[in-house]
């Protein structure tokens, strides 16, 4: 069982910056497709970011040139950086994996998760 944990998350004004990280229980970023997804009360979760095995990269159109996912696998460890942060990107941010190197962009289809981590901001 993989258990993800998010840190990072706060409070800042538009504008600003912040680093989310996830830290893996288990050696996952090298064989997994690797998300972050957020979610507002009432709302879907809906995809933010995704990279897989081989480092390719997808963002969603409403944080394309501002967010940039990464990770280290030596340390097992995914980023989610994020820059220019704008208020509708307030919500509570999650890590996933997905058991297969083939990515997606569907919240079903990724079969681990964090407890997720509140990112704030304010205009």
């Known amino acids: 069982q993989v258990q993800l944990v998010e840190s990072g998350g706060g409070s800042v004004q538009a504008g600003g910056s912040l680093r989310l990280s996830c830290a893996a229980s288990?050696?996952?970023?090298?064989?997994?497709?690797m998300g972050w997804f957020r979610q507002t009360p009432g709302k879907e979760r809906e995809w933010v970011a995704v990279?897989?095995?081989?480092?390719?990269?997808a963002y969603a159109n409403s944080v394309k040139g501002r967010f940039t996912i990464s990770k280290d696998n030596a340390k097992n460890t995914l980023y989610l950086r994020m820059n220019s942060l704008k208020p509708e990107d307030t919500a509570m941010y999650y890590c996933?994996?997905?058991?297969?190197?083939?990515?997606?962009?569907?919240?079903?289809?990724?079969?681990?998760w964090g407890q997720g981590t509140q990112v704030t901001v304010s205009s």
């Open positions: 288990e050696y996952t970023y090298s064989m997994y497709c």
């Open positions: 990279i897989d095995p081989n480092d390719r990269t």
């Open positions: 996933a994996a997905r058991g297969d190197e083939h990515c997606s962009t569907v919240a079903s289809l990724f079969n681990y």
